[in-house]
């Protein structure tokens, strides 16, 4: 019997290795994520018959159940839902740290009376802080997304001393852990430390860095699981844990790049919130303002499109009627493209999640770097409900709060025309320079409802 476990966690890390670099592409994403459940699957299974501490049937029961919650809300949450669902995720991930860490602490020091060795006092330790962190961090960062609290930073007077000064408090009460490991007091403190600087790490977060937040503590949630793989003396919770704590950080580092931010700026927290603050309006933006009719025929003549889609597409709805205006195109031969910038939406990947539910075929997603030079080339640019992604005031404008931001170069194309509700700033407070430029024209209303008869114009064409 310890051969086969050993042999199935085995096989179970070699599947999460693989559906972790499936994922590198969007095109074997689905199969990746499918590989990866199903070693976790494998692992758990296994992990279940080693503890032999309930019986098959409970076993299949939990199963059964866990199964079920899942598809209830795969086929209940919205689109626009996914950020937070990932979010609560992250969160439950991190919960689960912390719960095992906590009782294996009492089980070796209440109920059997051992000694921890370093080893596992510091794994419990690190289980608890990460996963505590995670936790509260995820439930911040899930409340903010769904608009429970603010999006906007929350911050006060002396917030990271109050944080340094948490953290040393954490320090000093997991020495106390090793050293009376007999006296709970200590790791009710620890815990409850890591809990508070989960919220006080993320609470000063503006939503525009809502795709780093969420990146970094999936992260996190990888690095809990491995700390807890070293509580449970679990090879696949370790392999796992490693692996998404690392491609996590790697990710991170991706997003603090396209958002012109540094990865320790990032791990001190607080960062997004001078947006709002430094954000200086200018002079006022003369716009020009289009109508469906010659919106439909500026795309009957052009020979190529690039779509630009940001989490206003999300918000109405739009990805499938796009996908309709795709065909209308494509029917006339115009060359028909989306440009994805690395953080629009709030999650990572969230518009290819989007363009994929609608059965956007995987080689039309083509990303910034691959793409960026091309718009100078391009007759069309639609945008749709995005902003700051865009803003030329990145490239030109020194003073601007996003300056130094990679953008996509959508300024550059011969026309652009922008669906918005409104003239709303994005996340990052700042009028966006784009629409004020002579090649830039605005189609105000609901992305969906607009397209729409756009695609209804060009039937009739």
Do not use: W
Request: hydrophobic share 50%; with cysteine; aromatic share 8%.
């Amino acid at each position: 019997m310890s051969l086969l476990i050993s042999i199935a966690y085995l096989i179970a890390s070699v599947l999460v290795i693989v559906g972790i670099k499936l994922m590198n592409k969007t095109k074997d994403a689905r199969r990746g994520n499918f590989l990866s459940a199903v070693g976790m699957l494998i692992a758990i299974a296994a992990t279940l018959v080693q503890v032999q501490l309930v019986t098959y049937t409970e076993i299949a029961v939990c199963m059964a159940i866990g199964t079920a919650i899942g598809l209830y809300y795969a086929y209940k949450v919205e689109m626009t839902q996914i950020p937070e669902m990932v979010a609560l995720f992250n969160g439950f991930g991190g919960l689960a740290s912390v719960f095992v860490g906590l009782s294996d602490y009492f089980l070796r020091t209440q109920t059997l009376n051992e000694e921890m060795g370093a080893v596992i006092a510091v794994s419990i330790i690190l289980s608890i802080l990460i996963g505590g962190v995670t936790f509260t961090g995820s439930m911040v960062a899930f409340l903010k997304l769904n608009g429970k609290i603010t999006g906007s930073p929350i911050t006060f007077s002396g917030q990271h001393l109050l944080n340094l000064l948490l953290l040393l408090a954490f320090i000093g009460a997991s020495i106390l852990v090793y050293l009376t490991p007999a006296d709970p007091l200590f790791v009710y403190v620890i815990t409850g430390v890591a809990l508070l600087l989960g919220i006080l790490t993320v609470i000063p977060i503006g939503g525009a860095d809502m795709p780093v937040v969420i990146s970094l503590l999936n992260s996190y949630s990888g690095m809990a699981a491995c700390a807890t793989g070293f509580i449970l003396n679990n090879n696949v919770l370790i392999v796992a844990g490693s692996l998404v704590g690392a491609s996590g950080i790697i990710l991170t580092q991706i997003m603090c790049k396209a958002m012109n931010r540094s990865l320790t700026n990032v791990l001190l927290g607080g960062f997004g919130q001078t947006n709002a603050a430094t954000a200086a309006d200018g002079p006022a933006i003369v716009i020009k303002e289009v109508g469906v009719e010659e919106t439909a025929m500026l795309f009957d003549s052009a020979s190529s499109v690039i779509v630009v889609p940001g989490y206003g597409m999300a918000v109405a709805q739009a990805q499938h009627v796009i996908r309709e205006l795709m065909e209308q195109c494509e029917k006339r031969n115009i060359q028909f493209r989306f440009a994805i910038h690395p953080v629009a939406g709030r999650m990572p990947g969230h518009m290819n999640v989007l363009l994929a539910e609608a059965n956007v075929p995987y080689d039309k997603l083509v990303e910034m770097e691959q793409i960026n030079d091309d718009f100078a080339n391009t007759d069309l640019v639609f945008v749709v409900g995005a902003n700051d992604v865009v803003n030329p005031a990145a490239r030109t404008n020194p003073a601007s709060p996003i300056f130094g931001m990679p953008i996509l170069n959508a300024d550059k194309a011969k026309t652009v025309i922008v669906s918005k509700r409104s003239m709303g700033k994005g996340y990052a407070g700042i009028e966006n320079e784009l629409f004020g430029y002579p090649n830039c024209l605005m189609l105000f209303g609901d992305a969906k409802q607009t397209i729409t008869k756009v695609v209804g114009e060009m039937k009739e064409m």
